[in-house]
């Protein structure tokens, strides 16, 4: 049978009840790639799950489908986010999908292009202001104690539940969980999120706990550094955050998993985004390309052992931000008369005869 979507296919693991609409845009269900290339480079057994491949191209639909239907079941008619660009392109797909009015508060020109396309095209109301993500969330924070608009950042615990989903199909895919779970920190919902499910399906499964290991990046390091960053500042936009709301858990997770929360630079993180895409065909957005960069710092430092068994969350789609894909590449088209014999010259450079 086909997949029908997380709140089917999870409804025993799920706070879904009769009155939770079947909201489905197909999410979750996503590919757990074996990085070959990099295994044998690294010594190590290097996995992706790719989350790139959910409907709206990050793993926000799995927390977005649950927030949303709870949403519908409380007899809401809005919703209400801030956003780095990801959560607003999966809030604006869902209410579209449920006939919600969508509410999106974006830090002005730090969006991606890709993301910021997807919120206009699903018809989000769209407020720009002048403020970082942090600011954002405290004004959406506010206004949805005054209004009778239904928040939808990870502050919401739907999300989380949702989010969860995705340690599930790990355990699934492996048989059990991996050694090390390396992912992206910018909110710090999803390490809640997959630490939850680890340990839920522990409960159930006996599938055992993985390492949590989570990145920030430098110029957002919050929890690393023990304070707020109040101009948080990387290339990779998606995780621009300087007060995390789930700080508290994102070291509960490291801390009780014998894990650690870690952060990387914009030059590591754009390194692993060329290395992942070139080496094993895998383009993902730079913000998750901060797990790759992780594991890389990591297994220099010796904090990482050869022969570990390691999934790296790959949370969004490279086509996401293709400004930034465009922009960090030596590689560009080169310019040729439309002449097959020049063409043809020029490709024979380097062929073996
Ligand atoms: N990776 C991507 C691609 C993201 O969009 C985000 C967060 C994260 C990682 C970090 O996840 O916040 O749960 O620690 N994006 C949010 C947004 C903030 O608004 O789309 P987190």
Not at 164 to 173: L, M, P, Q, S, Y
Not at 213 to 219: H, T
Not at 277 to 304: D, V
Not at 340 to 351: M, P
């Amino acid at each position: 049978m086909s997949w029908r979507g997380l709140l089917s296919e999870y409804r025993e693991m799920l706070p879904v009840n009769e009155k939770t609409p079947d909201l489905s845009l197909h999410e979750g269900n996503t590919p757990l790639i074996k990085c070959e290339n990099l295994s044998k480079e690294w010594g190590i057994e290097l996995y992706v799950k790719y989350e790139g491949l959910n409907p709206t191209g990050s793993f926000k639909d799995r927390g977005m489908v649950m927030a949303v239907a709870k949403a519908v079941e409380a007899g809401s008619n809005a919703i209400i986010c801030a956003s780095t660009g990801n959560t607003s392109a999966a809030a604006a797909a869902y209410a579209a999908r449920a006939n919600l009015r969508c509410i999106v508060v974006i830090p002005e020109g730090k969006i991606a292009m890709g993301k910021l396309a997807q919120a206009v095209m699903y018809g989000a109301e769209i407020v720009s202001i002048e403020g970082n993500f942090d600011d954002a969330l405290e004004i959406v924070k506010s206004i949805s104690e005054k209004a009778p608009i239904t928040l939808v950042n990870s502050v919401n615990p739907y999300r989380i539940e949702g989010q969860k989903t995705a340690a599930f199909e790990i355990c699934d895919a492996l048989g059990s969980a991996p050694d090390i779970l390396a992912l992206p920190v910018g909110n710090a919902g999803n390490i809640t999120a997959y630490w939850k499910g680890f340990k839920e399906y522990n409960e159930q499964k006996q599938t055992g706990l993985p390492e949590m290991r989570g990145f920030e990046a430098e110029g957002s390091a919050a929890i690393v550094h023990d304070r707020v960053f109040k101009e948080p500042e990387t290339i990779a936009t998606a995780i621009r955050i300087g007060n995390p709301a789930s700080w508290k858990f994102a070291v509960e997770a490291a801390n009780e998993s014998n894990g650690k929360i870690d952060e990387v630079s914009d030059e590591e993180i754009l390194d692993a985004y060329r290395l992942l895409a070139r080496s094993e065909g895998i383009f993902a957005e730079p913000a998750s390309c901060a797990s790759i960069a992780g594991i890389i710092k990591q297994l220099q430092s010796g904090e990482i052992k050869k022969g570990s068994k390691i999934v790296a969350v790959l949370t969004g789609n490279g086509l996401k931000d293709p400004n930034v894909a465009v922009d960090y590449s030596e590689i560009k088209p080169q310019l040729l008369p439309m002449d097959e014999k020049v063409i043809l010259e020029h490709l024979q450079q380097g062929l073996v005869q």
